[in-house]
């Protein structure tokens, strides 16, 4: 399934605005229809058994669970504060733009 929200995009730099991590920046690594996951945030801890015939050792794993798309906001590393997402058309293509200064987002 395709994702609706081309504001955010996997491997944008967010921060989150909202819950328990708020404050916390991380980049995206997947998103999934209206959540994403991002690197070393959210995390859970899973307890799972030991598995020889699949080399998995058994323990305490932690694992990075999905955030709502809506509590994350791209950060702007120029102006050093998060911002809002725009877009331009620029020859003929669609880029998308921070709100605040008006530069192209990489």
Not at 47 to 66: A, F, S, Y
Request: glycine content about 10%; proline content about 3%.
């Amino acid at each position: 399934m395709k994702n609706k929200n081309t504001k955010l995009r996997e491997g944008d730099e967010v921060i989150v605005i909202s819950g328990k991590e708020r404050g916390k920046r991380g980049n995206i690594k997947q998103i999934v229809g209206s959540k994403c996951i991002v690197n070393d945030l959210n995390l859970a801890k899973r307890h799972t058994r030991p598995n020889p015939q699949l080399g998995i050792t058994g323990g305490i794993v932690e694992k990075e669970m999905p955030i709502e798309l809506s509590n994350l906001m791209i950060w702007n590393s120029a102006a050093k504060k998060r911002d809002k997402i725009g877009f331009k058309e620029e020859k003929g293509k669609k880029v998308r733009i921070f709100r605040s200064t008006g530069k192209e987002i990489k």
